[in-house]
Nanobody
Framework: QVQLVESGGGLVQAGGSLRLSCVASGGTFSSYVMGWFRQAPGKEREFVLAIRPGIGASVNGRFTISRDIAKNTVYLQMNSLKPEDTAVYYC?????????????????WGQGTQVTVSS
C-alpha cells in the first residue's frame, strides 16, 4: 500500500510562487506515474500535471512537476499564480507508465494541501 503526504500549500499573493511536495512511502516510488490534481470548491477534480517513470521533470506553462527518487518525493512548482489557481491540490500515484489525466485511473491519493491565491 502506498501512502502519499502532501505539504507546501498556503496563502500567496497573485504573481507569487509555491512549491508543493508529496512524499511517498510503502511502494516502489520510481515505478509509479505520479500526478497532481486540484479541486476548487463546487468543481470537479482537475488534472494539473503528471510524470512517468524515468522522467525527471515535465513543464506545462506556469507549472513544473519533478521527481526526486532519492527522497521518494514529487514536487509541483507553481509560478505566476493566479486567484483561479486556488484549490486543494492532491498528489496521486498509479502503476504502469501511461500518463493520464483521468482521476479514476490513479490508485493512491494523498489527503491534499490547500493553496489560496489572493488578488
Amino acid at each position: 500500500q502506498v501512502q502519499l503526504v502532501e505539504s507546501g500549500g498556503g496563502l500567496v499573493q497573485a504573481g507569487g510562487s509555491l512549491r508543493l511536495s508529496c512524499v511517498a512511502s510503502g511502494g516502489t516510488f520510481s515505478s509509479y506515474v505520479m500526478g497532481w490534481f486540484r479541486q476548487a470548491p463546487g468543481k470537479e477534480r482537475e488534472f494539473v500535471l503528471a510524470i512517468r517513470p524515468g522522467i525527471g521533470a515535465s513543464v506545462n506553462g506556469r507549472f513544473t512537476i519533478s521527481r526526486d527518487i532519492a527522497k521518494n518525493t514529487v514536487y509541483l512548482q507553481m509560478n505566476s499564480l493566479k486567484p483561479e489557481d486556488t484549490a486543494v491540490y492532491y498528489c496521486a500515484a498509479r502503476g504502469g507508465e501511461l500518463v493520464t489525466g483521468l482521476p479514476d485511473r490513479y490508485d493512491y491519493w494523498g489527503q491534499g494541501t490547500q493553496v489560496t491565491v489572493s488578488s
